[in-house]
């Protein structure tokens, strides 16, 4: 027993570090923006026109000395100093700059920060936002896996297994990624992120992941907009590297207002609520977007979907509003009800927001007949949801999800993929999101040999679009392992980073872009490390952890099992399991499979992983289920011992079992 508890003890310890929750020091974080400046911020851009003015916001100390913006394609362009106070840099972008999504490298008296998604330029102001909508992508660096085929999504694999004969583990980090780039290819004005971005607030590495994504979204053409969740919170980390707690941008005449909803509070303070109404008094005439986390109405006896809400004023009606109020913003009134308020004074159309993972419509109509559109986005990288087919009789099912959001200058809303089915107010549809990514994933793998994309397009029709991938210096495509159609635009060196721009149409179906230094003849490395429990017992469900890696990537890995005369052995539809990835980290190399329970015999385990270029390696693992034993009489404790024959737990196996010890935490909302 203390044996045991010392190997817990430690595999704690060892979790924790490998969870990347570490303590947050300045010295940690001395090249992101906040030491720099407060806006722009890499989930804040700013907004501009050829020829127009933007403002730079430093901290309290930093001379701004010059400003350069540069992107993949286009630049580099020295922006003009117009003007500087105390607070803030006014700068002008050249009469001749082209649209783009631009890095923008700041020289300082402290060094020049690199900023990503700095600055978009539109070669005019646009009359209609095109928002492509993600939320709660919950990006982390342990365990955050779903598992889907088309249009199916269950968080365990065995529950869709009886369903599906391929199903795909999905983490939370491909996801995100997936539909980040699918929006870059779609031609969206912008993406915005109704928080929850990372999982867990000290994170450092997830935060710096979702940094990532957000810099290849940006440089692909799409500017990022995000706000935090209470995920997000205490946003220590979150403003030192994402972005700050509140904020607003315009966008022509366009105004988008993040607030912060907190952690366990739910709702923004009274401070911040006053401090939008004074944004809005100072830009009258604009269309107001309101972005929070919690929801405002929320009402789970209709089954999370929504409604339609007619006629009642705030200021008279309250008493009958309220009713429709969630608990979140419920928990303070004064503030619930001054937030409606403010949404009929100033007639803000649109406000977005996430937190439930589960789509949600509410369309408010306040008595002079404006409309009020209050949306509620899905997960679009947690597995926790409920599932489709649901769990629970009665639930509304979802999935994996994000959308496209419309509006006009003159307050008009659409979702033109989504037709919301409305009946006696209530709202009936089940899916209101678009399935991407649940139907459309890009795993990518990034190594000093090359980098290679497997896309998984399950939609009706294929994806074209820009699309941007770091690559190492000199890397070309290799057409002969690559299956989707391209065309190379640009590559640029950028603060000590190649980069690519191509752009690819995606058939439907499995296909990959591959981009390296040279032909991979190199079959990936596979071995075994343990099986948990490390004796199987007949009808019981095992799980096995192994290690996979490849000088370019793995597309394919899988474990096959074969009875004592050779035949596959099925588990609903399924005969190859599929390896899911124990964390999120980039380059981690640990995998498990979880496999069905089998009857007591001998079997053989294959694991099998095969790289873009077909490269293959198998590994191979003889299995003996014994018939159970009758239980024993004796009150002697007996030892444990491993699949490798010795006692205890030690050895290699059991540092690999630390590794992906987070599967064995995962964090559910």
């Known amino acids: 027993m203390a044996r045991r508890l010392l190997a817990l003890l430690i595999a704690f310890a060892t979790a924790v570090s490998l969870l990347g929750v570490h303590p947050v020091t300045a010295q940690g974080?001395?090249?992101?923006?906040?030491?720099?400046?407060?806006?722009?911020?890499?989930?804040?851009?700013?907004?501009?026109?050829?020829?127009?003015?933007?403002?730079?916001?430093?901290?309290?100390?930093?001379?701004?000395?010059?400003?350069?913006?540069?992107?993949?394609?286009?630049?580099?362009?020295?922006?003009?100093?117009?003007?500087?106070?105390?607070?803030?840099v006014t700068l002008k972008t050249p009469e001749n700059m082209a649209p783009d999504d631009y890095f923008l490298l700041i020289k300082t008296n402290n060094g020049t920060l690199v900023l990503p998604n700095g600055l978009k330029v539109f070669k005019e102001w646009p009359t209609t936002l095109k928002i492509a909508w993600v939320s709660d992508t919950h990006v982390t660096t342990g365990a955050k896996v779903g598992f889907v085929c088309k249009q199916y999504f269950q968080s365990s694999v065995y529950k869709l297994e009886e369903l599906c004969s391929d199903p795909i583990p999905l983490h939370s980090v491909v996801a995100t990624y997936s539909a980040y780039q699918y929006w870059a290819m779609?031609?969206?004005?912008?993406l915005i992120n109704t928080g929850d971005e990372v999982d867990t607030s000290g994170d450092v590495t997830g935060y710096q992941i979702m940094f990532n994504i957000t810099k290849l979204a940006s440089?692909?053409?799409?500017?990022?907009?995000?706000?935090?969740?209470?995920?997000?919170d205490p946003p220590t980390v979150y403003t030192q590297i994402l972005g700050p707690r509140y904020f607003y941008v315009t966008i022509g005449k366009f105004i988008i207002i993040g607030l912060d909803t907190g952690g366990d509070r739910g709702y923004p303070t009274m401070d911040e609520i006053e401090w939008m109404e004074k944004v809005l008094d100072e830009h009258k005439g604009y269309i107001p977007i309101i972005l929070y986390h919690h929801p405002y109405f929320f009402n789970p006896r209709w089954n999370y979907l929504g409604g339609v809400i007619k006629g009642l004023d705030p200021s008279t009606d309250w008493d009958k509003l309220k009713e429709y109020v969630g608990r979140y913003w419920g928990g303070d009134p004064e503030v619930a009800k001054r937030?409606?308020?403010?949404?009929?004074?100033?007639?803000?159309?649109?406000?977005?927001?996430?937190?439930?993972?589960?789509?949600?419509?509410?369309?408010?109509?306040?008595?002079?007949?404006?409309?009020?559109?209050?949306?509620?986005?899905?997960?679009?990288?947690?597995?926790?949801?409920?599932?489709?087919?649901?769990?629970?009789?009665?639930?509304?099912?979802?999935?994996y999800g994000s959308n496209l959001v419309e509006i006009s200058v003159n307050g008009t809303v659409k979702m033109p993929f989504v037709n919301v089915k409305i009946e006696d107010d209530k709202v009936r549809s089940d899916f209101m999101s678009v399935p991407v990514p649940q139907e459309f994933m890009i795993f990518r793998h990034e190594t000093s040999f090359g980098t290679a994309l497997k896309f998984i397009n399950e939609l009706n029709n294929s994806v074209s679009g820009p699309i941007v991938v770091p690559v190492p210096a000199n890397a070309k495509v290799d057409p002969s392992v690559t299956n989707?159609?391209?065309?190379?635009?640009?590559?640029?060196?950028?603060?000590?980073?190649?980069?690519?721009l191509l752009n690819v149409t995606v058939p439907k179906g499995v296909s990959q872009l591959v981009i390296d230094t040279g032909k991979d003849t190199e079959k990936p490395v596979v071995q075994i490390a343990y099986l948990q429990p490390s004796h199987p017992r007949p009808d019981s469900q095992f799980t096995v952890y192994f290690t996979a890696q490849d000088n370019l990537g793995i597309r394919d890995l899988?474990?096959?099992?074969?009875?004592?005369?050779?035949?596959?052995?099925?588990?609903?539809k399924v005969d190859k399991f599929p390896a899911e990835p124990s964390s999120g980290k980039p380059g981690d190399t640990f995998y498990i499979v979880e496999l069905p329970g089998l009857k007591a015999g001998k079997y053989k385990l294959e694991i099998v992983a095969e790289d873009f270029y077909g490269n293959k390696a198998v590994v191979t693992k003889e299995l003996n289920i014994a018939a159970a034993k009758p239980p024993a009489t004796?009150?002697?404790?007996?030892?444990?011992?491993?699949?490798?024959?010795?006692?205890?737990?030690?050895?290699?196996?059991?540092?690999?079992?630390?590794?992906?010890?987070?599967?064995?935490?995962?964090?559910?909302?």
């Open 29 to 88: 974080f001395s090249t992101t923006y906040s030491d720099y400046i407060y806006l722009p911020a890499p989930v804040v851009p700013a907004f501009a026109i050829p020829g127009g003015t933007f403002n730079l916001y430093p901290k309290e100390g930093v001379q701004i000395e010059s400003v350069t913006a540069v992107s993949v394609l286009h630049g580099p362009y020295d922006l003009q100093i117009v003007s500087k106070n105390d607070k803030s």
């Open 186 to 190: 779609n031609g969206a004005t912008l």
């Open 219 to 232: 440089a692909s053409g799409l500017p990022v907009v995000g706000i935090k969740g209470n995920h997000d």
């Open 339 to 399: 937030f409606l308020e403010d949404v009929v004074k100033y007639n803000i159309p649109l406000t977005l927001s996430g937190h439930i993972h589960h789509d949600m419509y509410w369309l408010y109509i306040d008595k002079e007949g404006h409309k009020h559109y209050f949306l509620t986005l899905t997960s679009t990288g947690a597995p926790d949801k409920e599932p489709n087919p649901p769990a629970h009789k009665g639930y509304s099912p979802t999935w």
């Open 484 to 500: 989707v159609t391209y065309k190379v635009i640009a590559s640029r060196e950028i603060a000590g980073k190649y980069y690519m």
């Open 558 to 572: 899988y474990a096959v099992l074969y009875d004592s005369n050779g035949n596959p052995v099925k588990y609903g």
């Open 634 to 669: 004796s009150s002697t404790p007996t030892s444990t011992t491993s699949s490798s024959g010795k006692s205890g737990i030690c050895g290699p196996a059991f540092i690999v079992g630390l590794a992906v010890l987070p599967l064995l935490l995962r964090k559910r909302r």
